[in-house]
């Protein structure tokens, strides 16, 4: 994955606009400025303490904040929406084998139904919150979750991992079908830090909950026809299964 990629989406917004009139204001500030030194040359005996204040504030009220907007509004290359989800997803993609391995499992083992790959943002801890283009809000931290069907049993495989840093945490479960309570696509709340406000990020989630309320799976899905789709295979290959 590449981080430093992946950093660019979070990267300050830059305007155009802003760039422009910092430009426009900085020309100004210059131009005043060249003017009184012009002056100071031309007139040698002008003592310097009567022109200061023409210095004072072209350097003030134009230099300074011209150049700040220009500094702070340079166009930069971020990547868009579709990008940062191509390169987390592409990743997400990637853990098939290693879901396997993890559960101690081959694919011949779980032919009861083509796997299930979630993929979705979580927001709360994340450090780094935006929402797109899209009005759709990413995160840098992503979970992925993988379930693949035997003839008995859901096998589940969930990896949360940093996009923009090292770091990630794997988790497997194995929900034999007669203990899965309910499988749903629902809206959920959760808490996001955004430049220093505290908001609420709805968004859709997949919940699988076995027998006794302990077991859950969440995730901000990514897709979620493709979410909704798995509910129901999934609520399909159970009521097949405890009907068998």
Avoid at 41 to 46: A, E, P, R, S
Avoid at 96 to 103: I, N, Y
Wanted: hydrophobic share 45%.
């Amino acid at each position: 994955m590449d981080y430093s990629k992946n950093q660019s989406y979070f990267s300050r917004d830059f305007s155009i606009a802003g760039f422009i009139a910092g430009l426009a204001v900085l020309a100004v500030g210059l131009a005043l400025l060249t003017r009184t030194g012009l002056t100071l040359y031309q007139n040698k005996n002008v003592n310097f303490s009567e022109v200061r204040f023409f210095i004072l504030i072209p350097l003030v009220f134009f230099v300074t904040p011209g150049a700040l907007a220009v500094i702070f509004n340079v166009p930069h290359r971020t990547i868009s929406d579709f990008e940062y989800d191509a390169s987390v997803e592409g990743y997400a993609f990637t853990l098939r084998q290693r879901a396997l391995d993890a559960l101690g499992i081959d694919k011949s083992e779980v032919k009861e139904a083509v796997p299930v790959i979630l993929v979705g943002y979580d927001f709360e801890g994340a450090d780094r919150v935006k929402q797109g283009g899209d009005g759709k809000w990413r995160s840098s931290i992503c979970k992925v979750i993988t379930m693949f069907f035997s003839r008995d049993k859901l096998y589940s495989y969930t990896m949360t991992f940093l996009t923009t840093k090292t770091g990630e945490n794997e988790e497997t479960n194995v929900f034999p079908y007669k203990d899965i309570v309910s499988v749903s696509s629902e809206l959920m709340f959760q808490r996001a830090m955004v430049r220093e406000r505290d908001i609420i990020i709805i968004a859709e989630a997949f919940k699988l909950a076995a027998r006794g309320g302990t077991s859950l799976l969440t995730v901000n899905v990514l897709d979620s026809h493709y979410a909704r789709e798995a509910v129901g295979t999934i609520r399909a290959l159970i009521r097949r299964k405890n009907q068998a």
